[in-house]
């Protein structure tokens, strides 16, 4: 028999054998790469099984898999916890937390999320769970595995410190208060004390005089000082009062008039530059008022005989600024971080009158108001305070 096949023919057969090898090693390569699926998963469900940690795995919308550690973890027993009965595990809190993760996870098919969940173990006691979550392959289908970790006693343990450190700054500052209010309140007891006892001792009716009007100022000092008291733990406690509109300008105006005596007496020359379209400010009047009385006291107390203090209000967009000026002694480097601490003067000798409170009061104003103070000062060059309000506060409504 003659082999009438062309050249064309032969070609032609050997690219459909080509062709079918190619088939048959395409079909190959996808059953090799099964069967390496396949032994990944074996590996991956031994793994899981000896792992200390809680692992789960969730798939098709519920909970399919959760390795022995678990049981450790809560004390359940594995199989009735598994599917829809996991939700009964889980605190209210946390359940829309964990809802959401899932149901980003069935909307993507994959995840990547570390979210804190509460839970109860089996005796219903509440356990802070760390769980951690990344998308895998389970079954030749999407899956979510979670690694949990049980945080309880860390929080506890870490919330425990915070609760000692808090304690001991509380200790603290009740010890700093307690010596600083004692050394306040006795020197004008024991100039009180002192008078008394002169008073039980003198005859002539102007000694006599004398010793009661240190005496009174001795309780005018003292007033002064439990009113200040009273008015940091106000603050401090967060008492809220009814804001209301009020012509700043005005406040700046009644300040100063009411610190007249002390600015004759020191015969010092006040320049007042207030700006005349300032806007009304919401907030607690009489409050800004003594914030606004103490700084320009502080200037009056500290600057000498016949000096010059300029106060000066401008408005910028939503704030307003309040600058008061002087050239006196001026604060030290050293002592400008502390000046607003509560019973800190510069004047460490206490040659200057007051209770150590004032700056502390007006921070404590300004920052209610969510407003702040800045400083600058410069030895014998004199202080520039600068206070910023905001003509409307966040919490105007309260």
Same mark, same amino acid.
Request: hydrophobic content about 40%; proline content about 3%.
């Given at each position: ?197 002169? $008073?039980? /001792? *003198?005859? =002539?009716?102007?000694? +006599?005089?004398? !010793? ?9 000092? @003292? ?112 002592? $400008?971080? /502390? *000046?607003? =601490?509560?019973?800190? +003067?510069?004047? !460490? ?9 004032? @700056? ?39």
């Amino acid at each position: 028999m003659t082999d009438k096949r062309t050249r064309a023919d032969l070609l032609n057969e050997i690219h459909q054998l080509q062709a079918r090898i190619a088939q048959l090693e395409a079909q190959y390569q996808h059953a090799m790469q099964k069967k390496s699926v396949s032994d990944n998963e074996v590996h991956l469900s031994q793994l899981l099984e000896t792992l200390p940690i809680t692992i789960f795995i969730y798939q098709n919308h519920q909970m399919v898999y959760l390795n022995p550690a678990a049981h450790h973890l809560g004390g359940y027993d594995l199989e009735a916890i598994i599917g829809d009965n996991f939700w009964q595990i889980v605190h209210p809190d946390s359940v829309d937390t964990l809802r959401d993760a899932f149901r980003q996870f069935n909307s993507a098919g994959e995840l990547n999320a570390r979210i804190e969940v509460k839970a109860y173990n089996v005796h219903h006691q509440l356990r802070i769970l760390d769980v951690q979550m990344v998308s895998i392959s389970y079954n030749h289908q999407p899956a979510l595995l979670g690694a949990v970790l049980d945080v309880t006693e860390r929080l506890h343990a870490h919330e425990r410190q915070l609760a000692l450190e808090a304690e001991k700054q509380r200790v603290k500052l009740l010890t700093d208060f307690v010596r600083d209010v004692s050394h306040d309140f006795r020197t004008p007891l024991s100039t009180i004390n002192t008078c008394v006892y002169l $008073l039980g /001792r *003198i005859d =002539d009716p102007i000694k +006599r005089q004398q !010793q009661l009007d240190i005496m009174r100022e001795q309780v005018r000092h @003292l007033d002064k000082l439990v009113d200040g008291l009273l008015t940091m733990s106000r603050l401090d406690s967060g008492l809220v009062t009814p804001f209301k509109l009020f012509d700043l300008n005005l406040v700046i105006i009644e300040s100063v008039q009411s610190l007249t005596p002390y600015i004759k007496e020191k015969k010092h020359h006040i320049h007042t530059d207030l700006q005349d379209d300032l806007s009304l400010i919401m907030g607690d009047m009489q409050d800004v008022y003594r914030a606004v009385r103490e700084i320009i006291l502080n200037a009056v107390q500290y600057t000498p005989s016949s000096g010059d203090i300029v106060i000066q209000t401008r408005q910028h967009d939503t704030m307003v600024m309040i600058m008061v000026q002087d050239n006196g002694d001026g604060i030290s480097e050293a002592d $400008l971080p /502390r *000046i607003f =601490d509560r019973f800190f +003067r510069a004047d !460490q000798a206490r040659t200057i009158g007051g209770v150590g409170l004032g @700056l502390s009061i007006a921070r404590k104003v300004i920052e209610y108001h969510h407003g702040h103070i800045d400083v600058q000062s410069k030895i014998h060059h004199g202080s520039v305070f600068r206070i910023y309000l905001p003509i409307r506060p966040p919490h105007e409504d309260t």
